[in-house]
């Protein structure tokens, strides 16, 4: 089969028992970004669907949360919570981990998800790698099935409990470290409203996130 990656044709070889699962296989949503020679940090997103069509059908991209297609509404959270962090579009590379349009809402059935994030994990290794051989740039994941799934070990771990620590050693150590999936920090930066950045309770949470990626690449 062959996929629209990256605006190249691609041949992507999908599990026959999970073709049932797709809602389109004959392209994927593009990456947005400005420039990649200034990229701070790697927005990530879980996958394309979003069911907010017509009917709760998903409506289709041309790039992923429809960054540049005129509708804010999927990516205007991310942005405020960027904007907290010192970062702007200009500064980030934006992807889904899965990149197939999906039958069923991530959060409803998440072993199936995770069959296709298992699936899509190299080849989003091998992107963020082209763009940021050193492993540095961190990760901002938006929703917590994406940090548990490339982050195993703290799977455990509450959300609040990352949101609310004041041990920026700890953090450090947890988070910043690049022992994980993708072999470069992976960050909690999730979507949802209960975490907003501009709740004070967040400010060291906040600051530890701007000293990640305040660095530049080498």
Not at 19 to 47: T, W
Not at 61 to 66: A, E, I, K
Not at 86 to 95: F, R
Not at 151 to 171: G, N, Q
Request: net charge positive.
């Amino acid at each position: 089969m062959n996929m629209i990656i990256n605006g190249k044709s691609e041949s992507i070889s999908v599990p026959p028992e999970l073709f049932q699962h797709i809602c389109r296989i004959e392209s994927i949503p593009n990456p947005f970004c400005y420039k990649r020679n200034r990229v701070r940090a790697f927005v990530l997103g879980a996958d394309p669907s979003n069911f907010s069509g017509p009917g709760e059908t998903t409506i289709f991209f041309q790039t992923v949360f429809g960054l540049g297609e005129g509708d804010a509404r999927y990516f205007s959270r991310i942005l405020s919570n960027l904007k907290e962090t010192g970062l702007s579009l200009e500064d980030v590379y934006v992807q889904n981990l899965v990149r197939n349009y999906l039958l069923f809402e991530t959060s409803k059935n998440p072993k199936i998800w995770g069959r296709f994030a298992e699936h899509w994990l190299p080849l989003l290794k091998e992107e963020l790698d082209s763009v940021d051989p050193s492993r540095k740039v961190p990760v901002l994941v938006t929703a917590e099935i994406i940090f548990r799934f490339l982050h195993p070990s703290l799977k455990k771990v509450r959300a609040r409990e990352i949101y609310t620590s004041k041990r920026k050693d700890i953090l450090q150590q947890q988070l910043g470290s690049d022992d994980n999936r993708l072999i470069r920090p992976v960050i909690p930066f999730y979507r949802h409203i209960s975490y907003r950045l501009t709740n004070e309770e967040f400010d060291p949470y906040k600051n530890f996130i701007r000293s990640l990626t305040m660095k530049k690449l080498k």
